[in-house]
Structure formats: C-alpha cells, structure tokens
C-alpha cells in the first residue's frame, strides 16, 4: 500500500529536502504534496486524502500548532496521523504538540532513516526496515 | 553565559547540523577572526525566548552551493543562487535551534523566518566564529542577552 503524504513547512527548501528522504526511507510513497503553512494544508485537505502530514511549528500565517487545533476540530481529517518535523525540541514544546495529538516528533536536523523509523512505526506499527 | 562556553555551542551546533543534514564535517575554528567577505551570502533571524537575540551565517558562494547540493542531494549546477540563499535560510534556522537547546533545554523559543540580510562582521556584543569545512568557510555570528 502506496501512502500519501502532506508536507507543510515553509522554507521550499525543506520540503524539498522531506520529499527526497521519504524516497530514501524505503517507505511506500504514493502522492507527496506540500504546503508553505496550515492554512495552506487545511485548503490542500478539503481535496486531497492523505495518509499523513508532516508539519514544522513555526510558520507564517497559520503555525504547527493551530494547526494540529483545527485538525482535531475536524472530525474526517482530524484521524490523520500527524509528525512534527522542528528545530525546536524543548521538552515543554513537545509535551505542547503532544497534547494537541502529535503521533510522533523529529527534531531538525535528522537522519533520513530517523523520520524513516518514526513514519514506519507510525503508519505500519511495524519496526522500520531501512532501505 | 561565558563567551568561551558560547564559542564551543556555536562549534557543536553547526557541527551536529552540517554532519547529519550535509554530511560535512566542522574541521575547527579561524584563529585569525575576520567578517564575511562583501560577496558572501548570508541570513539572520532573530530568536526570542529565555533568552533573545540574533543569529546570522554567512559563507561564500561556492561554500554555499556545495552545503545546497549536499543538503538536497543534487548535483551543484542544477543549483541557481536562489536556491543557495534559501538553504541559507534553512541552514541558519538549524543552527539556532541547535544551538538554543544548548543554551536551555527546557526553553520554548519563537524563531523569526529567516532572511537573507547581510551579517556583520566581529562587533561590541556579538560572539563570532569563523568555522574551517570542508569546502570553506562559515562565518557565525550570534547576539544574545537574557530576558529581564
């Protein structure tokens, strides 16, 4: 089973960076679509149907964080697991992310077969396999 | 916070971002402190938190573009400088959030987006490292204070 995966981090840069590692990760990756804020996801899920979304915290317009709110104000995509990709790894922003319904965290910078692990263990339960 | 202790964060927060996101490594620091050149690329942002201030990198284009294409993994020529000054950006909040756990772990900091401002060179009240890579060099400059 292919998975989709939504993006969302401002710098293109980054989101560049995400797409190449999830070809890295050895992962089933079927459609990869990515937005420069949570407005922009939000939009990007009234169309599109994705099995995941990876999302910075800090960002223009709608951060990480409103984000996850509005998601789990949504009952259809609110059951989309979400990993928070940041620079940011203070314990008290995790426990926030966490709260709001994080399934998983990676802090910047990362290991491509770290955010392969964590997606594997979040989408399959299964141990990750590497590639 | 003692300089001497600031200088060897900035040290292991460039390093831990440049080995795992660019596979290069920090080979040391330039004795003889100097200022980016005028024709290096740069970017700053600003932090605010337990404590705030300002983070800016700068190196030269080549430098740049050799980090880029390692960091996405593409050959240097299909890289035009728009894209290098983005990574810029990109690598510049990396470091700083590297480097700001070191200073409090436990600290929730807001990160300002990153832009491609120039950086300025050694000055009253900034910490500044000249690090030797693989590829050049990569000018850190940070000014930090507490938060009343």
Request: hydrophobic residues 45%; proline residues 5%.
């Amino acid at each position: 089973m292919a998975f989709n995966v939504l993006i969302v981090d401002d710098s293109p840069t980054m989101r560049k960076f995400i797409r190449k590692v999830l070809i890295l990760t050895g992962l089933e990756i079927g459609e990869c679509i990515d937005a420069g804020d949570g407005c922009e996801a939000l939009s990007l899920l009234k169309a599109n149907w994705v099995d995941i979304i990876l999302t910075d915290i800090n960002m223009p317009t709608m951060d990480g964080e409103e984000l996850m709110r509005c998601l789990a104000a949504d009952l259809l995509v609110g059951s989309i697991p979400v990993i928070v990709i940041s620079t940011d790894r203070s314990q008290e922003r995790l426990r926030r992310m966490f709260e709001l319904g994080a399934k998983d965290y990676v802090t910047k910078p990362f290991l491509p077969e770290t955010l392969g692990r964590v997606m594997a263990k979040v989408l399959t339960g299964a141990p990750y396999a590497g590639n | 916070m003692p300089a001497i202790e600031v200088d060897g964060m900035i040290t292991e927060a460039v390093a831990e971002v440049l080995e795992s996101m660019c596979f290069m490594e920090v080979l040391g620091d330039i004795p003889e402190m100097h200022g980016p050149d005028a024709d290096w690329m740069s970017a700053r942002l600003y932090f605010d938190g337990p404590h705030s201030g300002e983070l800016g990198i700068s190196a030269s284009p080549s430098t740049v573009k050799t980090l880029a294409a390692a960091f996405l993994g593409e050959d240097m020529a299909q890289l035009d400088t728009h894209q290098s000054l983005e990574f810029l950006c990109e690598l510049s909040n990396m470091i700083c959030g590297s480097l700001l756990v070191r200073f409090n772990q436990n600290g929730v900091y807001q990160l300002s987006h990153p832009t491609n401002a120039p950086c300025y060179g050694p000055q009253p009240g900034w910490i500044c490292r000249v690090l030797r890579l693989d590829n050049g060099e990569l000018f850190v400059g940070l000014c930090v204070g507490i938060r009343a």
